[in-house]
């Protein structure tokens, strides 16, 4: 049977989604998502560049018909830029979905998440489909999701951070507290991390830093992209229990 | 006319929203007006009027994922 990601109705095609920032240049984005195998692409609003109107446009390297594009509002510190941002986000794009971002504090990168809660509420009533990136809380994962989110966006560390998952045990909450699905975001170093992730039973892993800051970006994304299908293969597979002593795996029987 | 324009103060000729994209050179369809805080829709940017002083924000998608 098929293991698809669908979310209100729209079908995911990998379980890794990716970030446009920080990379060299567009050329060197565009082949990383290719090499990562990512359906989600999500990118940030921001001012058109008026003066050099040569600038390169980003989607002209990545094109829309070919990923779906995730606009975020990344950068927003209140309710009022989140809710701006996302509203020109929707304008400008070609869907209803936002990654949202309230962030709390500039040196943290964490969610306000009362901020977050709160244009979470206003949003899903003008009809987007909200994927809010909050703290691995499970409390407010739910309210989140009794707010109208479509999913939640729980960190695994602060934003760029690559420490990886701090609180799997907190993230297993979530999972069995909310009916939604739910997305690692942020704060991944490596594939392990993405595989450990995945094998906890998130449905998929977003991540921009640790592609586009690895030495080999290229390379770091397309194993990202078999970390996050061996994590979801070895989740769906179900792993052994972890046991204290050793359990031999050849038979006593017939030895000399 | 005087148009303060993603910050930067310019002279126009523009009447319309859309006579001030061709006049920037910006490509419709992946953008978004915003005037005076008010998001412009595509379909009235060729009828929605620019007056002296308005503030026109026009954005786009740009590289970005957890950025700061």
Redesign the interface.
């Known amino acids: 049977m098929e293991d698809k990601l669908i979310i209100k109705g729209i079908e995911f095609k990998s379980r890794l989604w ?6 060299r240049d ?1 050329e060197e ?1 565009k082949k990383a998502i290719e090499a990562s195998g990512a359906d989600v692409v ?7 560049n ?2 050099d ?1 040569k600038s390169e ?3 002209d390297y990545i094109d829309p018909k070919k990923y779906k ?1 995730l ?2 509002t ?2 927003c510190y209140n309710v009022e830029d989140a809710l ?1 941002y996302s ?3 929707r ?3 070609i869907s209803d979905m936002i990654k949202l971002e309230v962030i709390g504090d ?1 040196k943290t ?1 964490f969610p306000d998440v009362i901020g977050l809660l709160n244009a979470t509420e206003i949003l899903a009533k003008e009809g987007f489909l909200v994927f809010p990136y909050t703290n691995d809380d499970p409390i407010m994962a739910k309210r989140l999701i009794d707010a109208g989110a479509v999913a939640v966006m729980p960190l695994a560390a602060p ?2 951070s690559g420490l990886g998952i701090r609180n799997p045990y907190n993230i297993k909450i979530i999972l069995e507290t909310v009916k939604a699905p739910v997305i690692v ?2 704060g991944v170093g490596t594939a392990s991390d993405v595989a450990v992730a995945m094998e906890l039973g998130c449905d998929a892993v ?4 640790a592609i ?1 800051g690895a030495k080999d970006p290229i390379a770091m994304a397309s194993a990202m992209k078999h970390a996050v299908i061996a994590g979801r293969l070895a989740y769906k597979a179900g792993r052994i229990p972890k046991k204290l002593y050793a359990a031999a795996s050849s038979p006593i029987e017939g030895m000399l | 006319m005087r148009l303060t ?4 103060n ?1 002279d126009s000729n523009a009447a319309t929203v859309k006579e001030l994209l061709d006049e ?3 490509v419709q369809g ?5 005037v005076n ?1 008010s ?1 412009i ?2 379909d009235d940017y060729e009828v929605y009027r620019l007056k002296e002083g308005d503030k026109v ?12």
């Open positions: 990716v970030g446009t920032g920080k990379y567009l984005t999500t990118v940030a609003v921001r001012r058109v008026i003066i109107r446009n980003l989607l594009i606009p975020n990344a950068g701006r509203r020109l986000a304008e400008a794009g500039e990168l934003i760029g975001d942020a977003l991540l921009n830093t586009a | 324009v993603n910050g930067e310019i920037l050179k910006i992946r953008v978004a007006v915003e805080l998001i829709k595509r924000e026009i954005v786009n998608f740009i590289g970005g994922g957890c950025l700061k």
